[in-house]
């Protein structure tokens, strides 16, 4: 989500005129757009402001922007704590950007701007993709949940779903430009439809991707065991293009901890979903998130979350220590655990969650994978020479090209044979089954990358030739 809103801060910058500081080059404008969901998101704002700061002293002209969930949480404190920073603006005014980064220059003091709620759909502003091959589209931002440890609802809002016709519209633009790849973006997609009334929509979209040509995968995150229906699951089994891939964040194994943490299903509820998943779709990795060491986690709930594990057989997990949240109700709960304690726990969970994720990539051992070749997974590449790329169902695959080698371009589709496991990647050492050049290829070799302008919005165009891609790393929860 917030990569995504970065894409939509870069393309409302260069049609405003900005282009993109190059290389060495000072840049006269520092956009940040910040997370507020990881623990330490404060300390590393402050300190990158703190170390803007002489730049910003040798060049009074230059401009920094802090956005994003924590400028919404932390609002005017930014300016009082960093009182070189020019604009503020929050979650849900992004397209102000250029128009307060254009007052603050004007009047010569800081622009703080934060709306209580959405003025318009992010997605009707421009975006600048980084990706030739890959697109995010959003079908809701918000959440209507109350998870107790999360601060999501109260600085991104109440979901706001919408229009299946300008989900469709953006993922068919994108397609029409290369694009091979779409993954559907919604802090929780099963309640897609809430709002116009249509509980089962989110099947439905899925459907209508599979009528859409020459886009080969469809992807989403995340879903939420609460609000599951079955006619998902059919939709994901038989739309062709939708990948068996499905990250279902489970959180706690344990009853009485999901229900401190209000989530609304129970373990069995979820244990239902995933055998549901596994019968439609042998072949499908499942990956979760977990919550470590919530407050009153006890020793047997913590098994009971082991447990869980045991039977899921996740092909990975994103496990997190439980961390406070200033402003959530998890922060003021009683039996906040000793660090201790959970990263003990955190340890036991993580070594299981590993032998299980080797376990399963061992069985690959032997197996044809399609590819979609990547651009920057590999950071050993360069030294064993081999190229990265995504499987259907998600896994990262580091592959030998053989002679293939200048030919393969990320966006480019291979076949190859997995060779080794390893718990985190596969390994196919044995030269490549096939190679498909794609138009993405095609665009990514001559550094074109689609720019959305808005939906609904017709036609994308092309952008600048892309340069380094900065983004905040998001979160799935
Ligand atoms: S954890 Fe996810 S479902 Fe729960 S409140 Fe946060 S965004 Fe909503």
């Not at 005014?93 to 709306?115: F, K, Q, W, Y």
């Not at 009683?334 to 299980?356: A, D, H, M, S, T």
Request: charged residues 30%; proline residues 5%.
């Amino acid at each position: 989500m917030n990569v995504h809103d970065s894409e939509r801060l870069s393309g409302l910058l260069e049609d405003a005129g900005y282009v993109r500081a190059t290389g060495d080059t000072d840049p006269d404008v520092v956009v940040f757009n910040t997370c507020a969901v990881r623990e330490n998101a404060d300390n590393r704002l402050y300190g990158n402001l703190g170390h803007l700061r002489p730049a910003k002293q040798e060049n009074p002209g230059m401009q920094i922007a802090v956005g994003g969930c924590l400028a919404q949480k932390d609002r005017g404190e930014i300016v009082r704590r960093a009182p070189w920073v020019d604009v503020v603006f929050g979650t849900h005014n992004i397209g102000s950007l250029p128009t307060l980064l254009e007052r603050a220059r004007h009047n010569e003091e800081a622009e703080v701007e934060i709306l209580e709620s959405l003025d318009v759909f992010p997605s009707t502003l421009p975006a600048r993709r980084e990706s030739a091959y890959s697109g995010w589209v959003s079908v809701s931002v918000g959440c209507n949940n109350t998870c107790t440890f999360c601060i999501v609802p109260s600085l991104r809002g109440k979901e706001k779903d919408r229009r299946p016709g300008d989900v469709l519209a953006e993922v068919r633009a994108l397609v029409s430009e290369g694009v091979s790849e779409v993954t559907l973006l919604g802090q929780n997609v099963n309640a897609y439809g809430v709002e116009f009334g249509d509980r089962y929509a989110f099947g439905k979209l899925l459907r209508a991707c599979g009528e859409i040509e020459g886009l080969e995968r469809v992807r989403f995150t995340s879903p939420h065991p609460r609000d599951f229906t079955d006619d998902v699951i059919e939709a994901m089994a038989e739309t062709p293009n939708v990948c068996h891939q499905l990250h279902m964040p489970l959180q706690s194994g344990s009853d009485s901890v999901l229900k401190s943490m209000r989530r609304s299903y129970r373990s069995e509820r979820y244990l239902d979903i995933v055998r549901k998943v596994r019968r439609a779709m042998p072949d499908a990795a499942i990956t979760t998130d977990i919550i470590v060491g919530f407050p009153g986690e006890t020793e047997q709930d913590f098994e009971d979350t082991l447990d869980v594990v045991r039977e899921s057989r996740f092909s990975n997990a994103f496990t997190f220590q439980y961390s406070k949240r200033a402003g959530t109700p998890a922060a003021e709960m009683e039996g906040q655990l000793p660090k201790e304690v959970v990263q003990q726990r955190y340890e036991r969970l993580v070594e299981l969650q590993n032998e299980i994720s080797w376990e399963l990539n061992t069985e690959l051992v032997g197996s044809e994978v399609e590819l979609l070749v990547a651009e920057g997974e590999g950071r050993k590449n360069t030294e064993t020479r081999r190229l990265s790329g995504r499987a259907r169902d998600g896994r990262l695959v580091h592959f030998a090209p053989g002679d293939d080698v200048d030919e393969i371009r990320p966006g480019d589709v291979v076949h190859t044979v997995v060779t080794r496991a390893a718990p985190h990647y596969l390994i196919a050492d044995d030269g490549l089954r096939s190679h498909r050049r794609t138009v993405a290829g095609d665009r990514w070799e001559v550094g074109q990358r689609p720019k959305t302008s808005g939906v609904s919005l017709g036609l994308p165009s092309f952008g600048e030739p892309a340069t380094e891609t900065t983004t905040e790393q998001g979160c799935a929860c």
